[in-house]
């Protein structure tokens, strides 16, 4: 239903099987948008997946927690309290964000002083965490998620886009997919569904409804879906300088971006590898 902000690629069902070109597409339009989804749901879908496989596996995207909980393995955490969380949220709306981030620094300070106070989510997690177990999140984790994926388990590929010419690209998919995405919301309003439900608070769709809702113009949604998916670009930068094997192939021009031509690139690469 949300396929325009997921840039998810067209394809047909068939056999029980999403093809795109005849390729068999996994964990792509599977999952009602009132559902939640998170690293630990993922991996165990991932291995599913893998222990069906007859082949080689391609991981796309850039949800790197989820590669990494997959690669490096996930720390023994409890599973998220619905009831607790909604509890905390409420205590946030009430109180402010900056009360729950304190909250969290008298229990937990090393987790307070990495997560920024207007990250609510990672907030309530760490907290969430220390109220099911008495003991702090940075306690509990092993730094796993810290980690450099070992090129044994994985032929990493990166592409390390120049940051002037990924953000142009940001501007132009913005513009082509605001539309699509606010017809996407609406439809799903119009369906009966929350307009605070998981899939309708992923990246760009709260600000389809904001418009839809009469609070921004069509040029303020798209200005703020575009500094959001630059902060997002950012954020992934920093997480996948981490991978010190990974092949990194840099985009400097439009031109480097041939897929036909990286394609055989990293192909060729990845044959040599032991």
Same mark, same amino acid.
């Given at each position: ?12 069902? #068939? ?7 005849? &390729?068999?597409?996994? @964990?792509?339009? +599977? /999952?009602?948008?009132? %559902? ?77 002083? #990495? ?7 990672? &907030?309530?997690?760490? @907290?969430?965490? +220390? /109220?099911?177990?008495? %003991? ?139």
């Amino acid at each position: 239903m949300l396929n325009a902000g997921t840039a998810a690629p067209e394809g047909v069902w #068939q056999g029980g099987d999403y093809l795109v070109d005849g &390729v068999p597409y996994h @964990l792509v339009d +599977f /999952l009602d948008i009132d %559902k939640s989804f998170d690293v630990s749901k993922f991996c165990d879908a991932a291995r599913e997946i893998e222990a069906a496989a007859n082949g080689p596996l391609i991981f796309a995207g850039g949800t790197g927690m989820y590669l990494q909980g997959f690669f490096s393995g996930m720390d023994a955490l409890p599973q998220a309290d619905a009831a607790l969380r909604a509890r905390l949220k409420a205590e946030a709306g009430q109180k402010g964000k900056a009360h729950l981030h304190a909250r969290l620094a008298e229990v937990d300070a090393l987790s307070a002083a #990495q997560i920024p106070p207007g990250n609510i989510q990672r &907030v309530m997690r760490a @907290l969430e965490i +220390f /109220l099911l177990t008495g %003991k702090p999140a940075s306690q509990l984790r092993t730094g796993k998620f810290a980690a450099s994926i070992p090129p044994q388990k994985a032929f990493f590929v990166y592409l390390n886009w120049d940051k002037e010419l990924l953000n142009q690209r940001i501007a132009v998919r913005t513009e082509l997919i605001f539309e699509p995405m606010v017809k996407e919301a609406r439809s799903a309003i119009a369906a009966g569904y929350a307009a605070d439900c998981p899939g309708l608070k992923s990246l760009g769709y709260r600000e389809a409804l904001a418009y839809l809702e009469g609070k921004m113009s069509a040029a303020q949604a798209k200005e703020r879906i575009a500094t959001l998916t630059r902060q997002y670009a950012k954020r992934q930068r920093t997480w996948f300088a981490r991978y010190k094997e990974k092949y990194s192939v840099d985009i400097n021009t439009p031109q480097d971006f041939d897929i036909d031509i990286l394609a055989q690139r990293i192909f060729e690469k990845w044959k040599k590898q032991p």
